[in-house]
C-alpha cells in the first residue's frame, strides 16, 4: 500500500510549486531539476530514507497519470488542479510504500544492477561481496517475485520501478548506461546524457483504465483501510493477470469526511480531476445525497454500498440521469425482518427462550440511518414482537451509560443497536457488558470492522451481527481471506474489504466483456450480466440497479446476495443464516444472558 507524503511541480526557470511537502528527502529536487537533462517523459525509482522506502515518480511537462497500480493522492487547491499542461515543468511524486513480498534493501540492490547489465562478479564487487552470494539472492529474487529468468527480472524491475537511486556503486561501468535512471543519475552528478546514442522510437501509450476509489476517514477511518485494501487487492491481481485488454489497472484514492459536505465536494473533485473511469466507495453518499448530483454530471459509472433505499429509489425514478449509479448490496430496508426471522428461528428450535417479546432499538442519529420505520413494527407486531422504544444515538457525543440505564429501565429481550460506526459500537458494547442485562444484542454491519474486537477482546463474544453484503464463509470467501492476509499482514472483516474487492471486479467484467471504457457500454453490461463475487451474486437489472437480497426478495441464492448474519464466538464469526450458507443452530447464548441483570 502506498500513501502519498509529497507532491512538488519544478518549473524550468527553478521554480517550484508544492502540493504536499511532508517527509520529502531534499536531495530529491536534485533528481526532479535533473530531469530536464534527460530525454525522458517519466522516470520511477525507489529511494531509501532511513529506515522507509519511497516510491519516487517524476513525469515532465504535465504528464497527468502514475503508472503505478496504487497512487494516493491528498487534498489538492484549486491553483494546482487548475495547473497547465505547458512544457518545462517535472512534477515530482514521492510516496512512502512496502517493497512487495518481503523483498530486502539489499536484494533492491541486486535486482538494480541486474537491470543495468552487470555479471554476478560487477555486481559483487561494487556490494563489497562473493559472486556466490548474489546468486543465492538472484535465486531469492526469482522465488520471491515468481520469475524464471535473470531477463525477467531485469524487466520486472524497469517495468515496475524497482530500480533503487542513488545507483550502488555510481554510475560507471553499468553495461546498459541508456536506461532511464543512468540518465538521470548521470544528469544529477552533472554529466553528459547518453541518450542521443540510444534513439527510441515514439511507440504510442494505451492509456490506463483509472478506477477512483472515495475512502472514508476521520470517524470511519478502520472501515476505509478495509475498503481501500480491499480494492487494491483487487487492481493488483487483475495487472498480475495482464490487466484489463491489455491496458494496466490504476488505483486513485481520495480520502473523505462522510459527515463534512466540503471534504465530499473535494474528494469528487480530485478523481474527476483524474478523469477516472469509475468511482467505487461504500457509503459516502449516504450522508450527503446531494453528492450523487455530482455523480450524475460527471457521468462515469459509481457503484456504492450506501445501503440506502432512499438513493436506490432516486436511481429508479430518472435512469436516464442517474443511470450510471449502482448499489452493490440491498437496502437497509431488511434489516428488521432479518432480525425477526431470526429472533423467530431461535425460539422455533428452543435455542434461546425469550421472556417478554420486546425489543428496544437504537439507531445512530444520522441521515441514512432508518432501520426502525413503520414496516419494521408492523413486521415485528405481526410475528408477536413488541417495540419498545426508539433511542437515538448522537454521532460522536452519545453518553452510553445514560442509554444502558434506560435500556434497564426498559428490560427489553432484545437490543437492535444499528450504529454504523464501530467505535460508537464498541463504546455502547464496553457499557452494556458491564451492566450485565440479560438481553441479546444485534447489530448492523459496525461489529464486521476488525477494530470493534481489537478494542473489545472477549467482550465482543455473543455479539449477533448482519449485514446485506458480506463475506461468505465458502470456498471463494476463504482464499478472499487468505490472500488478503498474506498482502496485508492483517485478516480482513467480514463485509467491507470483500465488498470493494467485488466492486473492482465487477468493473473489470463489464470492461473486460465490452471492450470499452464509454459508460453506456459499461452500464449496459452491468445491468444484463450476473456476477458471482465474495459476497454473493450481483444481479443489478432492477430498475433500481442494486442486488437482489436472499431471502427477503428472492428465495433463489444462485440470484442474490444473502442477507448475513454472524455471532462472535471466542474471537470468530460463526454464520447464524440464511441457510444454506449458515445455520441459526451455530447460535450461542451469550454469558451475560445467563445472568440476572445487576
Known amino acids: 500500500m502506498s500513501k502519498l507524503t509529497a507532491e512538488i511541480t519544478v518549473h524550468s526557470d527553478g521554480r517550484s510549486t508544492v502540493s504536499d511537502r511532508d517527509g520529502i528527502p531534499k536531495v530529491l529536487l536534485s533528481y526532479a531539476h535533473a530531469m530536464f537533462g534527460t530525454g525522458r517523459d517519466s522516470l520511477r525509482f525507489l529511494w531509501r530514507d532511513d529506515t522507509r522506502w519511497l516510491a519516487v515518480h517524476l513525469l515532465r511537462d504535465g504528464a497527468r497519470h502514475s503508472p503505478q497500480s496504487t497512487a494516493t493522492f491528498l487534498d489538492r487547491s484549486p491553483s494546482h488542479r487548475a495547473r497547465t499542461d505547458a512544457a518545462g515543468q517535472v512534477v515530482l511524486r514521492v510516496a512512502e510504500i512496502d517493497v512487495p513480498r518481503g523483498v530486502t534493501v539489499r536484494e533492491i540492490d541486486v535486482i538494480t544492477l541486474v537491470a543495468l547489465g552487470l555479471t554476478n562478479g560487477a555486481i559483487a564487487e561494487r556490494l563489497g561481496t562473493s559472486a556466490r552470494t548474489v546468486s543465492t539472492q538472484i535465486e531469492r529474487l526469482l522465488t520471491k517475485l515468481d520469475q524464471e529468468t535473470r531477463g525477467g527480472l531485469a524487466a520486472l524491475a524497469v517495468d515496475s520501478g524497482l530500480l533503487r537511486l542513488p545507483l550502488p556503486g555510481g554510475v560507471d561501468g553499468a553495461a546498459v548506461t541508456a536506461i532511464g535512471i543512468v540518465e538521470l543519475q548521470t544528469a544529477v552528478l552533472g554529466g553528459a546524457p547518453t541518450r542521443q546514442a540510444t534513439p527510441r522510437p515514439a511507440y504510442p501509450r494505451r492509456r490506463p483504465i483509472l478506477i477512483g476509489t472515495l475512502v472514508p476517514s476521520g470517524l470511519a477511518d478502520a472501515d476505509g483501510v478495509e475498503m481501500q485494501n480491499g480494492a487494491q487487492l483487487a487492481v493488483e491481481e487483475l495487472n498480475d493477470l495482464g490487466g484489463i485488454s491489455g491496458r494496466r489497472v490504476e488505483h486513485v484514492t481520495a480520502k473523505v469526511d462522510l459527515f463534512d459536505r466540503t471534504s465530499v465536494e473535494r474528494a469528487l473533485d480530485l478523481l474527476f480531476d483524474q478523469d477516472v473511469d469509475a468511482i467505487t466507495t461504500s457509503y459516502t453518499s449516504a450522508e450527503y445525497t446531494p453528492a450523487l448530483e455530482l455523480i450524475a454530471d460527471y457521468g462515469r459509472p459509481f457503484l456504492h454500498t450506501a445501503t440506502f433505499d432512499e438513493q436506490v429509489q432516486l436511481v429508479r425514478s430518472d435512469r436516464g440521469r442517474y443511470g450510471a449509479i449502482f448499489q452493490t448490496c440491498p437496502s437497509e430496508t431488511y434489516y428488521g425482518a432479518g432480525l425477526i426471522r431470526l429472533l423467530t428461528d431461535l425460539e422455533a428450535r428452543q435455542l434461546w427462550k425469550p421472556r417478554s417479546h420486546r425489543i428496544v432499538s437504537i439507531e445512530a442519529d444520522s441521515y441514512s440511518t432508518r432501520v426502525t420505520t413503520a414496516d419494521f413494527v408492523a413486521t415485528a407486531d405481526k410475528a408477536g414482537w413488541s417495540m419498545d422504544e426508539l433511542i437515538r444515538a448522537p454521532i460522536g457525543s452519545t453518553d452510553w451509560d445514560a442509554v444502558i440505564a434506560r435500556i434497564a429501565r426498559l428490560d427489553p429481550d432484545v437490543v437492535m443497536i444499528t450504529h454504523f460506526l464501530d467505535q460508537e459500537l464498541a463504546a455502547f458494547q464496553r457499557a452494556f457488558s458491564a451492566a450485565g442485562l440479560p438481553a441479546l444484542v444485534y447489530c448492523i454491519y459496525g461489529a464486521s470492522i476488525p477494530r470493534f474486537q481489537d478494542d473489545l477482546g472477549s467482550a465482543a463474544d455473543g455479539v449477533i451481527w448482519s449485514t446485506t453484503t458480506g463475506t461468505y464463509d465458502d470456498l471463494l470467501g476463504q482464499r478472499f481471506r487468505a490472500h488478503y492476509g498474506a ?83 471466542e474471537g470468530s464469526h460463526r454464520v447464524l443464516g440464511p441457510e444454506p450458507f449458515g445455520t441459526a443452530s451455530n447460535f450461542q447464548l451469550p454469558s451475560w444472558a445467563t445472568r440476572p441483570a445487576r
Do not use: C, E
Not at 495 to 518: E, F, G, I, K
Open 487 to 569: 498482502r496485508f499482514g492483517a485478516a480482513p472483516g467480514w463485509s467491507q474489504a470483500s465488498a470493494s474487492y467485488d466492486q473492482v471486479n465487477l468493473l473489470a467484467s463489464a470492461w473486460s466483456a465490452t471492450n470499452s471504457r464509454h459508460t453506456k457500454d459499461v452500464t449496459q453490461y452491468l445491468r444484463r450480466s450476473a456476477y458471482r463475487g465474495i459476497n454473493g451474486v450481483y444481479f443489478l437489472g432492477g430498475h433500481d440497479q442494486a442486488p437482489l437480497s436472499y431471502p427477503d426478495v428472492t428465495l433463489d441464492p444462485s440470484m442474490g446476495q444473502a442477507h448475513m448474519v454472524y455471532q462472535i464466538q
